[in-house]
C-alpha cells in the first residue's frame, strides 16, 4: 500500500473533515451556512471550497506538478484572497490537511504526507501572492483604463505612453 | 405536500450549542479593515451640497471629529424619519429574525461575514431603535441583564462606526426583500441609515464628490458642457468611419420630440462608450427613417442619481434637473438610456419628488403608436422599452451577423429587475440582435439577480476586496455559462454594471467581455447609406472580416 492509494482509499473521509476544517476557518453563525451542501450557485463559497480541496486530493494521489496544485487551489484561494483573512490564515486551512490525515492513516506515511502538504502550501502561497497582485492591479489601473482611456481615444487628454519613455530614455 | 419539513428534520436543524458571546459584544472591537470601506467624503464636496460638519476625516482614525451632540442629532433623525416614513416603522418592528434573509445578500455569501446577513446589518440599528424608542427596550434596559434578553443596546461610538462600517457593505440591491416573509426591505433599511450618517458628516467620497460634481456641473464626473459635447462628437467621427454615416446629435434643441438622458457614464467611461454609440446610431436611423427628434442636452447630462445613496432631499435636487431641462426644450417626453440605479430613482421616487410633470405628454412612441403607460405619471421611458417596442412592431432593419461573434448572457441589474420590473425587454432585445444567448442558472437572474457587488456608491477602487467578494455569486453563475455554453459577453443595462462587471470579469472570469445592450443594437441595426462595414464599434473586425485585417 503506498500514500499515493491511502489518499486515493480515505478520499471521502479525509474530503469532509478537510473541508469542515477549511469551512471552520470562518465565524460560526457564517459556518453554518456556508458549510451546508446546498446548489452552487446559492451557496458558491461552500461550493467551491469542497470542489478546489476535492481536486487536489485527487491530484496529491496521482502524479502531479506543481502548476497542477496552483491551477487546482486557485478557485478557493482566490476567494480567501479578498475576505477577512491575514494571509497566513488565507492559506492556512492547507496545514489542517496534516492533522487530518494523521487521523486516517498508518503512522509510516506521516512524514511524506507532512511533505506532500507542504508542497501544497507552498503552491497556496503561491497562488495567494498572484491572487493579491491582481486585486492591486485592478487597484491600480481600473479608472485609469475605464476613463482615461475613452478621454485619450477622444483626444481629450494626452499621456505619453510606457514605449514613449522608454524611447526616451534611449535616445 | 411534498416540501414539507419533517418534525425530525425540523429537530434536526436546531443548534442546542451555546453561543461563544453576545454578537453585541463585538462593537468593542469593529475593525475597519481596508479594502473594505470607502474613502471619507472630501470636506469640500460636503460644504458645496450645504451638507453637516464638512471637515476632513479618515474612517481609521479614533477621532471621527464628530459634533459634540452627534447621538443627540442621530436621534432625532430617527425620530424624525420614523414619524415621517411608515415603511421605516414597520420595518424596525417587524422582522421576526427569521433568518430567510440571511444566506441571500451577496456581500454575506462572498465576505462570509455574519453582519452582511441582512437580519443582522439591519439589526445593527434596529437594536439602538429598541433601546431608545420602544416602551419594551426602555423597561427592559433599567433591568439587570434586560438590554441582552430585548436586544437592545444604546448608541455609542463603537455601535456607530460599526453601522457605518457595514451600511457601506450593503448595495440596497434587495435581494434579501425578495425572500423576506414580510416584505421588509432591508435596502430602505440601507438608505435611512445613509440619511442619519450625512446628519453627522459621515459620507463616502466616492458619493459624496459626484453628488457635488452633478449638483454643480450636471455629471457625476464633472464634465463641463464643452467636453460632454466633444465627447459625443468624437464617437460620431468615430461612427462615421466604421459606417460612413454622420451621426450627430442635436444638444438643447428647443421642440425636439424626446429629451434623452443617460448616465454620464456612458459618454465618459469605457465600455459604456460603446452603448452611447449605439445610442446615436439608433437616434440616426430614427430621424432618417421616421422623422423622430431626439435632443441630448448638457445640462441634464447625467441619469444617474447618487443624491439616491445620500438622503431624499439630496435626490430630488438632482433629480429635478430632467424635469427642468424637458420643461424648457418643451419636448414631450423624456427617454432613458440605460443605466441602474437611476431607474429606482425614476419608477419610485421622481414622480412624487419632483411631479407631477403636467407639462409633459403620457409618453407615446410616434413611431409605432405603444402608449407607456408604465410611465403615464414619470413620463420617461426607458430605452430598451423603446427599442423592444420598435423591434416588436418591425421598425427596424437588423443584421444578426454582425453580432455573430458574441455569446451572449444577461445580467439583471439590480434596480430595473427589483425596482422597475424590467426582465423581458433586454432579452427580447438581445434575441433580436443576437443569434447565441444562453440565461445563467434561474436563482440567480431576474428577480434573484445576483447584484455585482458595486452599486449604492461603492463602485470606488480604494474597496476592491469587498467588490470582489461581493461579486463572487455573480461570478460564478458567470463562469458556469461561460465554461458550459462558451458564453463571451456579459450584456447589461448598467452604467455602474458596465464599469463594476467589466472588473469582475478580469478578477474571476477573464475571458468575458461586458457589453451594454445597444451597443450591440448598434451594430445590428442597417443604417440608410451606410457603407459596407468591416468593424463594430470598438474598431474590431466583424465576424467573417477578420481576414481583411
Known sequence: ?171 | MADEITPDELLDKIDYGTPSGDWMDTTKSVQIRPGMYCYAAKAESVETLGLPNARPWNPVEDDWKLPDDWQQILHEGIKERLERFRTFKIFMDVCVRCGACADKCHFFLGTGDPKNMPVLRSELLRSVYRNDFTTAGKILQKIPGGQRLGGNRPLTLDALKEMWYYFFQCTECRRCSVFCPYGIDTAEITIMARELFNLIGLNIDWIATPVSNCYQTGNHLGIQPHAFKDMLEFFVEDIEDITGVDCTPNFQKKGADILFITPSGDVFADPGTYTCQGYLILFQYLKEKYGLDVTWSTYASEGGNFGFFTSHETMKRLNAKMYAEAKRLGVKWILGGECGHMWRVIHQYMDTMNGPADFLEVPVNPITGTRFDNAASTKMVHITEFTADLIKHGKLELDKSRNANRIMTFHDSCNPARGMGLLDEPRYVINNVCDNFYEMPPNTIRENTFCCGSGAGLNAGENMELRMAGALPRATALKFVHEKFGVNTLGTICAIDRAALSTLCEYWVPDVEVAGIHELVGNALILPGEKERTEDLRMEPLPGCEEEE
Open chain 1, 1 to 171: 500500500m503506498t500514500l499515493k492509494q491511502t489518499i486515493e482509499d480515505n478520499h471521502t473521509i479525509l474530503l469532509k473533515k478537510w473541508f469542515q476544517a477549511t469551512i471552520d476557518t470562518y465565524p460560526a453563525q457564517s459556518a453554518k451556512i456556508l458549510g451546508k451542501d446546498v446548489d452552487r450557485f446559492d451557496n458558491p463559497v461552500g461550493a467551491v471550497t469542497r470542489e478546489s480541496l476535492e481536486d487536489i486530493l485527487h491530484l496529491l494521489a496521482s502524479d502531479y506538478t506543481s502548476d497542477a496544485l496552483e491551477k487546482a487551489l486557485d478557485p478557493v484561494i482566490r476567494i480567501r484572497a479578498v475576505q477577512a483573512f491575514s494571509a497566513a490564515d488565507a492559506v492556512s486551512f492547507i496545514l489542517a490537511l496534516k492533522n487530518i490525515g494523521e487521523t486516517v492513516m498508518d503512522s509510516s506515511f506521516f512524514r511524506e504526507f507532512d511533505r506532500m502538504v507542504d508542497q501544497v502550501l507552498l503552491a497556496g502561497f503561491n497562488r495567494l501572492m498572484k491572487c493579491r497582485e491582481d486585486i492591486f492591479l485592478l487597484k491600480a489601473t481600473e479608472s485609469k483604463r475605464r476613463i482615461h482611456a475613452a478621454f485619450e481615444r477622444a483626444g481629450l487628454v494626452k499621456e505619453l505612453k510606457e514605449e514613449d519613455l522608454l524611447g526616451s530614455k534611449k535616445s
